[in-house]
T-cell receptor
Framework: DSGVTQTPKHLITATGQRVTLRCSPRSGDLSVYWYQQSLDQGLQFLIQYYNGEERAKGNILERFSAQQFPDLHSELNLSSLELGDSALYFC??????????????FGPGTRLTVL | GNSVTQMEGPVTLSEEAFLTINCTYTATGYPSLFWYVQYPGEGLQLLLKATKADDKGSNKGFEATYRKETTSFHLEKGSVQVSDSAVYFCALRGIQGAQKLVFGQGTRLTINP
C-alpha cells in the first residue's frame, strides 16, 4: 500500500458526460501528479500540482482540468467524454518537488470506461 | 524531448531463467532513471533507481546499471520466480523543468512454473 488513495476504482459512463476522479496523496506529500495509461498512448503525464498550485502540464486535453484543494487532495475533471478517453488514470504524490531520484508514490488508479 | 524505449513484449520465461529487459533513453544531460513494476490490478511501485552514470540500482534480486555511454538502463535478474510476473516500466526524470516521469511503453513479463 503506497498510502495514495484514489476513488472511484472503476467508472463507467457514456460519451459526452463529465466525471470527476479523486486522489488523496500520502500524508505530508505536497505534490500531486496525474498520469493516463491507455493501450495506444502508454503511460503519459497529464498535470502536476504543488501545494495547491499548478506546477506543470503535459499532454492534457482542454476538456480535462484538475485542481488541488487546501487539504491537498486533488481532483481530475474530464468532460465531453469520448470513447478514446477510456483509460486507467493514476495519481502519484511526492513529498515536495521531485528532484533527481526522489520517488513518486502511485495510487491504485481509476479505470474509466466510456461507452 | 526526453523519451524512453523499452524492449517489446510480452516476454515469457520459465521459472529460474535469466531475465533481461532492455531500456534505452534519450535525454539532455544526466537524467535520473527508474524501473517501476505494476502487478495485476495494482498501481506502479518503484523497483529500483539510479541517479548518476555507472550507478547500479538493485532490489528484490533485480539490478540495472546506468550506462551513459550507451544511454541504457537494462533490467536484469538472475533467476526469476512466478511471483515476478508483472508489467515493468522503465522511466526517466529530466534534470530541468517539470518533475514528471517519462515512461517507456512497458514490458509484460510472464513466468511459467
Amino acid at each position: 500500500d503506497s498510502g495514495v488513495t484514489q476513488t472511484p476504482k472503476h467508472l463507467i459512463t457514456a460519451t459526452g458526460q463529465r466525471v470527476t476522479l479523486r486522489c488523496s496523496p500520502r500524508s505530508g506529500d505536497l505534490s500531486v501528479y496525474w498520469y493516463q495509461q491507455s493501450l495506444d498512448q502508454g503511460l503519459q503525464f497529464l498535470i502536476q500540482y504543488y501545494n495547491g498550485e499548478e506546477r506543470a502540464k503535459g499532454n492534457i486535453l482542454e476538456r480535462f482540468s484538475a485542481q488541488q484543494f487546501p487539504d491537498l487532495h486533488s481532483e481530475l475533471n474530464l468532460s465531453s467524454l469520448e470513447l478514446g478517453d477510456s483509460a486507467l488514470y493514476f495519481c502519484a504524490s511526492s513529498v515536495a518537488l521531485s528532484r533527481g531520484g526522489d520517488e513518486q508514490f502511485f495510487g491504485p488508479g481509476t479505470r474509466l470506461t466510456v461507452l | 524531448g526526453n523519451s524512453v524505449t523499452q524492449m517489446e513484449g510480452p516476454v515469457t520465461l520459465s521459472e529460474e531463467a535469466f531475465l533481461t529487459i532492455n531500456c534505452t533513453y534519450t535525454a539532455t544531460g544526466y537524467p535520473s532513471l527508474f524501473w517501476y513494476v505494476q502487478y495485476p490490478g495494482e498501481g506502479l511501485q518503484l523497483l529500483l533507481k539510479a541517479t548518476k552514470a555507472d550507478d547500479k540500482g538493485s532490489n528484490k534480486g533485480f539490478e540495472a546499471t546506468y550506462r551513459k555511454e550507451t544511454t541504457s538502463f537494462h533490467l536484469e535478474k538472475g533467476s526469476v520466480q512466478v511471483s515476478d510476473s508483472a508489467v515493468y516500466f522503465c522511466a526517466l526524470r529530466g534534470i530541468q523543468g517539470a518533475q514528471k516521469l517519462v515512461f517507456g511503453q512497458g514490458t509484460r513479463l510472464t513466468i511459467n512454473p
